[in-house]
């Protein structure tokens, strides 16, 4: 049953990346992460009340409270760091850097819950981060940043660190605690860091406005984000987290398609063996 949570995870991940890259042509990624974190608390809590979880609040213990708070915080730092790379750079670029964070979730896994690493997971961390060196090269030999815009790397980068410590703090804090309700509180830790981001980094003179179109958007990614969520955090409690994250980070080759057929996106035939080895690494990581 974890896999077909993890593979529904991966779906509405992979169309949250495109809608948000709609989105947020014209308005800050801060601002946009902010207010899509609300429209998935809003979702979260829904389902909350939805399952009747609600009345177990009052019984989640310090620990797993504490590492709820943690992995929202990580969440915000991821999310906060992805759409700004979004916004920069290639979505193909910028996705195929983040979910190479199943790598370090794997050794996180290995080292922090003791999870193990078989002969088929090393030739597939080989695999994955062998493949994305090849999806992140430019195309005509040009530096990485003149070509997609500057600093896009260094934000996927730490979106994939910050990814791989929520799944690890995640898989802690919802051990003894209701899958939804966990959601629904650690969406709140986002909401909070989200917007406290926004008015610390906002200039005096930057208007809270954003384009209605890309409001809608902005949205719309939100209710996808809440919906991978809810069948991320399902799968992890019901699955291992060294194969949950590696059916989630599959999420790439939706993005990947609908990249092509919205944002026109093309890979080169490099780029494309990278998403070959990229997408077999990934799948070598469940076995």
Known sequence: MWLAFAAGSAFFAGVTSILAKCGIRRTDSNLATAIRTIVVLVFAWVMVFVVGSQGQITQISGRSLLFLVLSGLATGASWLCYFKAL???????????DKSSSVLTI????????????VCKGIGIIGIGFGTWLMIQPRDGEPLERKSGKGWFVYAALSALFASLTAILGKIGIEAVESNLGTAIRTGVVL???????????????????????????????LATGASWLCYYRAL?????????????????????????VLHERLTRRAFLGLV??????LLLLF
Request: hydrophobic share 55%; net charge neutral.
């Open 107 to 118: 050794l996180l896994a290995l080292l922090l819950l003791h999870e193990e690493i078989s």
């Open 87 to 97: 916004q920069i750079g290639d979505v193909n670029k910028v996705v195929s850097v």
């Open 237 to 261: 409690q019901l699955g291992p987290a060294s194969l949950v994250a590696p059916v989630d980070k599959l999420s790439i080759l939706v993005t990947i398609l609908f990249s092509r057929i």
């Open 192 to 222: 909070v860091m989200a917007w406290v981001v926004v008015f610390v980094t906002r200039k005096p003179d930057q208007p809270l406005t954003v384009p209605r179109g890309e409001l809608g958007l902005i949205c719309l990614s939100g």
């Open 277 to 282: 080895l990229l997408t077999v690494g990934t």
